[in-house]
Nanobody, 123 residues
Framework: QVQLVESGGGLVQAGGSLRLSCAAS????????MDWFRQAPGKEREFVAAIAWTGGTTYYADSVKGRFTISRDNAKNTIYLQMNSLKPEDTAVYYC????????????????WGKGTLVTVSS
């Protein structure tokens, strides 16, 4: 089992920044590729960013590329999502998720999920 706890959400004005964190506990964190997904009200959960267990490979959704940065610190069992130039359409509950081994952006491939943290961007 891997337990994931997100933090860092909140209310921010458009153009502002937030940094989300996801703390992991349980099995060996460094064996897992990690993803961020988000779900806006009335919409399906969508992929945001992913990072390989080494931290050397990252993927981003086109909608956040150039504005968001995913990173990880395996010594602290934590991943981060630095979000800059936030837009009202970034408003959503943000979830971190873990998948054993291979990096993937697929929702169905995730083995573990956190409970999410709410990000609200005002215009």
């Amino acid at each position: 089992q891997v337990q994931l706890v997100e933090s860092g959400g909140g209310l921010v004005q458009a153009g502002g920044s937030l940094r989300l964190s996801c703390a992991a506990s349980g099995r060996t964190f460094s064996n897992y590729a990690m993803d961020w997904f988000r779900q806006a009200p009335g919409k399906e959960r969508e992929f945001v960013a992913a990072i390989a267990w080494t931290g050397g490979t990252t993927y981003y959704a086109d909608s956040v590329k150039g504005r968001f940065t995913i990173s990880r610190d395996n010594a602290k069992n934590t991943i981060y999502l630095q979000m800059n130039s936030l837009k009202p359409e970034d408003t959503a509950v943000y979830y971190c998720a873990a998948t054993y081994g291979r990096l993937t952006t697929s929702y169905d491939a995730m083995d573990y999920w956190g409970k999410g943290t709410l990000v609200t961007v005002s215009s």
